[in-house]
C-alpha cells in the first residue's frame, strides 16, 4: 500500500511510514456482500407488500401461500401463510353491497311496470302507461284447464270489475278491440262456470255494458284509455263487458255528439218549454227551434234558409210539401211550445227573424 502522507510504498501491515514517520490508520477488512432481500408484490394489483404478509394491503388479496418477486420467481410464504380462502377485502364488500342495490332496484321497478299493465278493481291514478303496444289481433286463444286450481298463479283473477290499460283498435270484420302491450294469464270463469287459465292475452273484443254506442269509433288508435269491466268468455273469444272508459288522467271519456244529430231543443215534443230554455238562444236559433217542431214530422220549407239547414241533419226526412202540411200531425205539447217559441220571436222583434228568400 502506499504512505497516507508521502505516498511511498510501504508494507500493507506497517503502522508507520519507514520514509517520513506518518503514522498510518488501520485498514478495514473488506465487508462482506448482504444477501438481497426479495421484494414481495401482490399478484392481483402489483403493489408491493412486506415480507410474510397474508392480505394485500391495497386489495385486500388472500396471497394463497405464494409470494412474488420481481423476477418472477416463486418463493413459498413462511410456515402458517394464508389459507385458501380468506375473508375479502373492503373493495369487495362495497361491489357486493352496490350489485344488491341494483337488484332491489330492478326488482321494484318490474313490481311497478307489472302493477302499470295488470288490471285490477284498485285505483289506477297512479298506474304507469306502457311505452309501446303489439299489433295483436283477437283470434282464438289457448285456453287450459288448471289441474290444481288453488295453485295457479295468474297476472289476473277475473272475478268482478276490473281496469285494463291499453289501445283501442278495430279488427279486420270491424269488430272494436282492446290491446296491451305485454301478454298476460287470466284466470276465470267460461260459459259453463268452469275455472280456466287463458295465457299470454294481449287483447279482448270490447262490448258495451253501460258505455254509449259508438264511443270506441270516436277514441283514436294511439291513445291508451283505461276500460272498466267485467271479462266473459265466449267460445275461444274474451270480450270486456265495458261499463265505463276513462283517459290517462281518470276522467270518464263519453259520446261526442255529432253535429248532424244534434236539435236546438231536443224535448220540444216531450215537455213544455219554459222561458229558462229559451234565455241563452239568439232570435234566429229561437226561429229555428220552431221550425224545428214541424220539420220532426217532415215539412219542406218554402225559405231555402231553412231547407239547407234542415237537409244537414240526419234525422231530418223531408217528404210533406209546406202546402200539404196540416199542424194535426202536431201533439199538444208540440203545438204549445210552437206557439210559446213563436211568442217569444216576436216579442224579441215585431217582425220575427228574418228568413232568407
Known sequence: MKCSKCQAEIKDDAAFCPFCGARQQAAEPPKEEQPKKEQQFCPACGSPMKAGARFCPSCGHGMQGVAHTPSGTEQPLP????Q??????????????????ALLLCIGIGLAIRHA??????????????PAASDFVPDDMPIEVPKEKEKVSADL?????????????TSADGSPFLKWDIPISILMDDEKGERVLLEAVS?????????????????PEDEYVVVRSTLSLKGSKLYL?????????GNALTLEPDEAETYILPDSDKRLLTDADVADLSLQEINYAKNEIFARHGRRFLSSELQTYFDGKTWYHGTVSASDFSESSLSEIERKNADFLAKVEFGIAPNGYKLDA
Open 203 to 219: 287483447s279482448a273484443y270490447l262490448a258495451n255494458n253501460g258505455v254509449e254506442e259508438g264511443i270506441w269509433a270516436q277514441i
Open 79 to 82: 410456515e402458517g401463510g394464508a
Open 117 to 130: 299493465l295488470v288490471g285490477t278493481p284498485s285505483p289506477f291514478a297512479d298506474r304507469g302507461i306502457p
Open 241 to 249: 263487458m265495458a261499463e265505463e272508459v276513462l283517459d290517462r288522467d
Open 157 to 169: 283473477v277475473a272475478d268482478g270489475v276490473c281496469d285494463l290499460i291499453g289501445k283501442v283498435s
Open 84 to 101: 385458501a380462502q380468506q375473508p375479502k377485502g373492503k373493495g369487495h364488500i362495497v361491489a357486493l353491497v352496490f350489485l344488491a342495490i
